[in-house]
């Protein structure tokens, strides 16, 4: 119950347990943090330390993926929002795949940089079943696991043979075109329309999402397809030139500067996430670009190299952020700062490590104290 405070305080070994079951499980504590909770003892280190522990280790473990991470980088959509649905097979696959992502990082404990670009991802069954693609399978008993492996067992229960899919499966990336989850199918579907890659969209994906960044669109913009007329005088703009043409306003381009090679980066891929190196019209796909700091990348890895090297600490303080409001369960105000600051330093030390970041936030005084008012 609120003591009217202005300062913070110390809660309960209950409220403890009940904030800890929440942010790591999306439910109400079971029987043995509650116990504790009501001994007073999981306000001890340690205690609350090894309770972390077994609930890292619990298949419920899983809604850090599917609630924060789904919420946070929007592929939740692709199951809810029937605007994305190409059909039920290749979107609960696609899910998977970030899921699946998303959960090895704190399975295994990896650097939520790696969100960004990895030299593994998970490949939805029906791709690899192809055989065209050449990836190296990697053997799961050679991945150094922290916390026990609750997604092996997932299997797709559908009656219907069509619908039916298994789990995807750990593999090498092979080439300069995939890494991370910003080039995955998922989110390059949630980033296009139905029949159109938009490079601004997916520019702005990345600088909002995973960069942290918000822009507010200046008023009376020209849309792209006046762009498209202004230059009519032209057969077959190319996507640059029509980003060129739409951005020509002194306002726009210093936002456009950071958008348009997040995007342009990012063309190869076709909204449904497919490799392509031509547009339906048979026009070449160019996919180089020129970062702010004037470095230039011509495939989808080079750009995620000079993405990291470029926003490296926007996207840690992002990351950070966005888990830290969804274990208080409230959005971050400047008065936390003093408690996050601690938490990006400790993690920044420990190669930004994603296991740092929930332990870190579970032992700071916002997740253990309350103020009133």
């Known amino acids: 119950e609120s003591k009217n405070r202005d300062t913070p305080y ?39 330390k090894s309770q972390l522990a077994r609930m890292l280790n619990a298949p419920e473990r899983l809604s850090l993926s599917e609630n924060f991470a789904g919420q946070w980088l929007g592929f939740d959509d692709l199951l809810s929002n029937s605007e994305y649905l190409l059909n039920e097979r290749w979107n ?46 990697i ?13 092996s067992s997932r299997q797709s229960k559908n009656e219907d043979r069509r619908a039916r899919y298994d789990p995807p499966v750990l593999v090498n990336t092979k080439n300069d075109q995939e890494g991370g989850i910003i080039t995955s199918a998922a989110i390059m579907r949630l980033t296009a329309s139905k029949t159109r890659t938009s490079p601004i969209r997916r520019g702005v994906w990345v ?13 009376n913009v020209p849309s792209l397809e006046e762009a498209r007329v202004a230059l009519n005088f032209k057969r077959n703009p190319s996507v640059a030139e029509l980003l060129k043409q739409h951005v020509s306003r002194p306002e726009c381009v210093s936002c456009h500067k950071a958008i348009d090679p ?9 909204p449904n996430g497919g ?27 080079e750009m995620k190299v000079l993405l990291l090297e470029t926003y490296k600490e926007d996207i840690a303080n992002n ?20 408690s996050l600051e601690p938490i990006l330093r400790k993690v920044k030390d420990d190669g930004y490590k994603i296991d740092t970041v929930i332990e870190q936030i579970v032992l700071s005084k916002q997740f253990r104290c309350r103020q009133d008012r």
């Open 92 to 137: 609960r696959e696609t899910y998977d795949e970030v899921l699946f992502f998303f959960d090895e990082l704190i399975k295994s404990d990896r650097s939520f940089l790696e969100l960004v670009q990895s030299d593994w991802i998970y490949k939805r069954s029906s791709v690899l079943k192809a055989r065209r693609h050449g990836y190296v399978v």
């Open 262 to 270: 997040l995007g342009l980066g990012l063309e190869n891929f076709a």
């Open 207 to 219: 600088l909002n999402t995973v960069i942290g960044k918000t822009l507010e669109p200046p008023p």
């Open 275 to 301: 490799w392509r190196t031509h547009y339906p019209d048979q026009a070449p796909v160019v996919s180089a670009g020129v970062m702010p700091n004037g470095k230039t990348f011509s495939t989808p890895r």
């Open 319 to 338: 990351f950070v952020e966005k888990m830290f409001a969804y274990a208080l369960g409230r959005k971050v105000e400047p008065f936390d700062r003093v």
């Open 10 to 48: 110390a809660i309960t070994g209950v409220e403890l347990a009940t904030r800890l079951s929440y942010f790591l499980w999306s439910t109400a504590p079971d029987k043995e943090l509650l116990q504790l909770g009501q001994a007073g003892s999981l306000l001890e280190d340690d205690v609350l």
């Open 139 to 151: 053997d799961p008993a050679s991945v150094k696991n922290v916390y026990a492996d609750i997604l």
